[in-house]
């Protein structure tokens, strides 16, 4: 069934591609913040004014619809998924993102500005991750988490790229026309691209369980645990998915912000941070995907040094305002919190609760969509209650907490994993 793997190329760069993008998408609106501010009729000239702290909650306010979209979608859309094949679902999230960045291209109104990322948070989550992360596991099924830990690679590249890119243009037209660009060539790549799931579909091996051979390497995987795992740890392994999506997606979005209204950066040098932040995932990524593929770690492992590097980058970027010391700060940020920590998460799922690809991703999804809601609506309340400082501040501390919790979760899974497999995690493997 994988003996032609180079038939299914054109699928897993169609996914890259996709979440290339997506990597702008979800920074969109923070990136560009004063000009999206002003574009919806705030006068952002005098930072700390009322006028720009308004224009701030406004698009923290935006950030929580794309958040709201991707909570209310991505639980049902690797069921549908499931159902219906993967390339139905990559056609459509791609189609959704062309209608949202044209949008924004056009809308002076944050309300409409709100409603259209609420529709690319249901085009990401909805529909890309639901397809978009079982497909590139079976279209490589040697390296699962290896092609997992990929999809955070290409988001984190043009998380990198993209917000020098808006410093040097300062122009929204622009920084909306990139991605704009970019969703054409994914609705082209999702048209063309073939998917394992939707060929074994077509040839009679598919089924609402996903197909035969996924029915059988379910089986395999129940099979070698010497007990099933209890509703507690199935909860904690979905859990994880909302503690580091809190902490992925308060730094992704507001360390920018931290770095101007509390360290006292310039716009430049805050735009290196994001860069820095970035930087610090893709060099993750590539470590990460060398320590599972190569030699072989246990996820659990993972995102347990993931946990406690992140933990302790975050206290120095809070107690430590030299610039220098805050990049270092940021670029470790970036390893422990963005490396993939979040996808590799998945991968521990799929370990504990053996089941439907799609199924499990959306049920992990859900958990990640109610911090990517919760995050930038606290952000907003915290603005509209006292200033934009304060605001980030306390989100950098809830992030701390977040990432503690997330020690404590990777600990308790460990322990779980002895039990149920009879091996421990954190051990040299074999």
């Given at each position: 069934?994988y003996?032609n793997?180079?038939?299914?190329?054109?699928g897993?760069i169609?996914?890259?591609?996709?979440?290339?993008t997506?990597?702008?998408?979800?920074?969109i609106?923070?990136q560009?913040?004063?000009?999206f501010?002003?574009?919806w009729?705030f006068?952002?000239?005098?930072?700390?004014?009322?006028?720009?702290?308004?224009?701030?909650a406004a698009?923290?306010?935006?950030?929580?619809?794309?958040?709201l979209?991707?909570?209310?979608?991505?639980?049902i859309g690797?069921?549908?998924?499931?159902?219906?094949?993967?390339?139905k679902?990559?056609i459509?999230?791609?189609?959704?993102?062309?209608?949202?960045?044209a949008?924004?291209?056009m809308?002076?109104s944050?309300?409409?500005?709100?409603?259209?990322g609420?529709?690319?948070?249901?085009a990401t989550?909805g529909?890309?991750?639901?397809?978009g992360?079982?497909?590139?596991?079976?279209?490589?099924?040697?390296a699962p988490?290896?092609?997992l830990?990929?999809?955070?690679?290409?988001?984190?590249l043009s998380?990198?790229?993209?917000?020098?890119?808006?410093v040097?243009?300062?122009?929204l037209t622009v920084?909306?026309?990139?991605?704009l660009?970019?969703?054409?060539v994914c609705?082209?790549?999702?048209?063309?691209?073939?998917?394992?799931y939707?060929d074994?579909?077509k040839e009679?091996s598919g089924?609402?369980d996903?197909?035969?051979?996924?029915?059988?390497?379910?089986?395999?995987?129940?099979?070698?645990?010497?007990?099933?795992?209890?509703m507690?740890?199935?909860?904690v392994?979905?859990?994880?998915a909302?503690?580091?999506?809190g902490?992925?997606?308060?730094?992704q979005?507001?360390i920018?912000?931290?770095?101007?209204?509390?360290?006292?950066v310039?716009?430049?040098?805050?735009?290196?941070?994001?860069?820095?932040?970035?930087?610090g995932?893709?060099a993750?990524?590539?470590?990460?995907?060398?320590?599972?593929?190569?030699?072989?770690?246990?996820p659990?492992k993972?995102?347990l040094?993931?946990?406690i590097?992140t933990?302790?980058?975050?206290l120095m970027?809070?107690?430590?305002?030299?610039?220098?010391v805050?990049?270092?700060?940021?670029?470790?940020v970036?390893?422990?919190?963005?490396?993939?920590?979040?996808q590799?998460?998945?991968g521990?799922?799929?370990?504990?609760?053996?089941?439907p690809?799609?199924?499990?991703?959306?049920?992990?999804?859900?958990?990640?969509?109610?911090?990517?809601?919760?995050?930038?609506?606290?952000?907003s309340?915290?603005?509209m209650?006292?200033?934009?400082?304060t605001?980030?501040?306390?989100?950098?501390?809830?992030?701390?907490?977040?990432?503690?919790?997330?020690i404590l979760?990777?600990?308790?899974?460990a322990?779980?994993?002895?039990?149920i497999?009879?091996?421990?995690?954190?051990?040299?493997e074999?």
């Amino acid at each position: 069934m994988y003996k032609n793997m180079k038939k299914y190329l054109l699928g897993m760069i169609c996914v890259y591609m996709c979440y290339l993008t997506h990597g702008i998408q979800a920074i969109i609106f923070t990136q560009n913040m004063t000009l999206f501010a002003a574009k919806w009729g705030f006068d952002m000239s005098t930072v700390g004014s009322a006028a720009y702290t308004a224009g701030s909650a406004a698009v923290s306010s935006a950030v929580a619809w794309v958040g709201l979209g991707k909570f209310l979608s991505v639980w049902i859309g690797g069921e549908i998924s499931d159902r219906v094949g993967r390339k139905k679902l990559m056609i459509g999230g791609a189609i959704l993102y062309v209608i949202c960045f044209a949008g924004l291209m056009m809308t002076t109104s944050g309300t409409a500005a709100g409603v259209l990322g609420f529709l690319s948070g249901v085009a990401t989550s909805g529909f890309w991750d639901g397809a978009g992360y079982p497909a590139v596991q079976e279209a490589y099924p040697k390296a699962p988490g290896a092609s997992l830990i990929l999809i955070k690679c290409f988001v984190s590249l043009s998380g990198m790229v993209y917000p020098l890119l808006v410093v040097a243009t300062n122009n929204l037209t622009v920084n909306i026309m990139i991605p704009l660009v970019m969703s054409v060539v994914c609705v082209v790549l999702a048209v063309a691209a073939p998917f394992v799931y939707d060929d074994q579909k077509k040839e009679g091996s598919g089924s609402g369980d996903g197909g035969n051979a996924a029915a059988a390497e379910i089986a395999a995987a129940k099979a070698r645990m010497k007990q099933p795992s209890s509703m507690f740890v199935k909860f904690v392994v979905m859990f994880y998915a909302f503690l580091c999506m809190g902490v992925m997606y308060g730094a992704q979005q507001y360390i920018k912000r931290f770095g101007i209204t509390n360290c006292g950066v310039s716009e430049l040098q805050a735009a290196g941070m994001s860069t820095m932040y970035t930087l610090g995932s893709i060099a993750a990524v590539l470590f990460w995907a060398v320590m599972m593929a190569k030699l072989n770690w246990n996820p659990i492992k993972v995102i347990l040094v993931d946990s406690i590097l992140t933990v302790v980058a975050l206290l120095m970027v809070l107690f430590i305002h030299q610039v220098a010391v805050i990049y270092i700060a940021v670029i470790l940020v970036g390893f422990g919190a963005a490396g993939g920590a979040l996808q590799t998460g998945l991968g521990v799922v799929q370990l504990f609760n053996p089941g439907p690809k799609g199924r499990n991703t959306g049920i992990y999804y859900t958990f990640m969509g109610i911090a990517s809601y919760l995050i930038p609506v606290v952000a907003s309340r915290l603005t509209m209650a006292s200033d934009e400082a304060t605001a980030v501040y306390t989100l950098m501390i809830l992030m701390v907490v977040f990432g503690v919790l997330e020690i404590l979760s990777a600990l308790f899974l460990a322990g779980q994993h002895k039990k149920i497999f009879g091996t421990n995690p954190l051990a040299q493997e074999k």
